[in-house]
């Protein structure tokens, strides 16, 4: 878990850097950036979050619903800077590990596509390509360096998600990666910022919607649940991210 962490942090700090680029903006240091938003941090060390990764894992290859198996899952957030793709990586690595477990993690997040900086692969063809070149998506896929562990980036962003999401292809893009893989997560664009996802929601199995403690507003969770629901997507649960313990150290030893 700690590879993909020192990854995840790599790529934030590049998704940083360039978002300040586009929105001529810096960050400090202390994780604002001098345009006064929050900048993308990790807070928590994720070897603490593992059973909680474990027990999303657990939900999947165990749904409620008897024969209903939940095998691809979009997880996504309401704004950007949430901690999307900290969580749908680490979810993925979690499940891989299981063995005999084929696991693919699909970066469809034209906007600020990360996946490939987090895995070390190359962006020169993804899901885009797959998706409407008619091209055989083996030739995409890329391993990453976890066993069990595959990775389909963005590729070449040229085309609008209408364009990407509607029609026959998609459809027969993900019915042919089903057969080939026993999870494909979508890192997906976030929800109140963009339109994506929720071109996407119908198409997969259920969501995970990641929130932000004390930066994402009830409102806006509520309001992601909703479009979401509206757009045919099935809401797995949530998962609030970065949770700050303010207990007084001396006050832990006893509780």
Known sequence: MSRTYKALQRAEKENGKEQAKQNGSYSNGNGFSSNGHHAAKIYRDPQASVLEYE??????????????????????????????????????????????????????NFRTPGLNMVFQVKNEGGFIEAASDGVPFEAHIQPTNRPNLFVLTSGRVSLSAAEVFDGDAIDQLIRK??????????????VIDFPDALALASKVDSIILVTQSERTSIEDAQRAKMNLEQAGGR??????NRERDYTPFFLRKFL
């Open 55 to 108: 027990k999303i894992g657990a939900w999947l290859a165990n749904p409620a619903a008897p024969g209903k198996r939940l095998q691809t899952v979009m997880v996504v957030a309401p704004h950007a800077g949430t901690g999307n793709t900290t969580t749908a990586a680490l979810l993925a690595e979690t499940l891989a590990n299981v063995k005999r477990r084929r696991v693919l993690i699909i970066d469809s």
């Open 177 to 190: 990666l089903r057969e080939k893989f026993d999870f494909i997560l979508f890192d997906a664009a976030p």
């Open 235 to 240: 809401l797995l649960g949530v998962v609030l």
